[in-house]
């Protein structure tokens, strides 16, 4: 196994040196360079690639999306209502802010636009969740009492063993968001949940949020729920959106 230079910024020591090297080399040149000596945000994307077995090219995605800054990050009360066993863990599987830059839509986008761009990509945005979830539905169909309900994005943990409500919305938090997914939380916990699995969670991802009414929102919630902003990069001009080929008009041209 090739040696790091002498004069590298980068150092590890004991045990995590031996983490460190049990990645292909690959990998830690593209970290050696990445992380400019921060051993923990190297150690971070160590283990990560360890666990989930990422490709050099995956891991310099994810280093690129500053996974290490973001995750964990959101707001949240899992500390609260959550056993430790399981609090942890579901505070790992956040992040803050989500980024959905591999989206292209209009700049004057809506919520329907923007739930319908995320399931067209389902697998990056999986990719953006994380390891573990496990996509069971859009506009999840629940009876509560005589009414209909429709669930955003219903999804299943692998490692958390629990269901996990995601609820999407393309404006700011507001306080009021909170009573609706509380409803879907509970209501998920008594149709669908079993008796091995781990109680459900919430997850809110809001164009943006406001600290401090979020804690207070989370504080007032009897729900384990999170809460995260996401970021867009990839925004059409309106004037421009009307001249842009369809799917089917790209695929007439190709068999054309």
């Known amino acids: 196994m090739p040696q790091l230079a002498a004069d590298s910024d980068f150092r590890v ?33 160590v283990r990560k690639t360890m666990e989930n077995g990422w490709s050099r ?14 995750q964990g990050k959101a707001a949240t009360n899992f500390s609260r209502l959550l056993p430790s066993s399981q609090s942890d863990l579901a505070q790992e599987i956040t992040k803050d802010p989500y980024q959905f830059d591999f989206l292209a839509i209009r700049e004057d986008y809506d919520e329907l636009e923007l739930k319908n761009a ?16 496990a996509f069971l539905g859009r506009e999840y169909r629940v009876i509560v ?15 958390l ?28 916990n008594h149709l669908l949940k079993s008796e091995v699995d781990a109680p459900t969670i919430g997850l809110l991802v809001c164009k943006g ?25 990839k925004l059409i001009p309106e004037e421009y959106k009307g001249s842009l080929p369809t799917i089917e008009e790209i695929e007439s041209e190709l068999e054309g």
């Open 57 to 70: 090219a995956v891991l310099a995605h994810q280093v690129e999306a500053n996974l290490y800054e973001r």
């Open 13 to 45: 020591g004991g045990l995590e040196s031996r983490e460190f090297f049990s990645i292909p080399w690959g990998h830690i040149r593209l970290l050696v360079d990445k992380c400019k000596g921060d051993r923990d945000k190297a150690l971070f994307y």
């Open 161 to 188: 063993h629990c269901y996990v409500v995601l609820e999407v919305k393309a404006r700011d938090f507001d306080s009021s968001d909170m009573g609706q997914l509380g409803t879907y939380v509970v209501t998920v």
């Open 145 to 159: 009492g005589a009414r209909e309900k429709f669930i955003d994005m219903l999804f299943y943990h692998t490692r």
């Open 118 to 133: 995320l399931m067209d990509n389902v697998q990056r945005f999986l990719l953006e969740l994380g390891t573990g979830f």
């Open 209 to 233: 949020l406001d600290k401090v009414e979020a804690q207070y929102a989370l504080e007032a919630s009897s729900q384990p729920i999170g809460i995260s902003g996401y970021e867009l990069s």
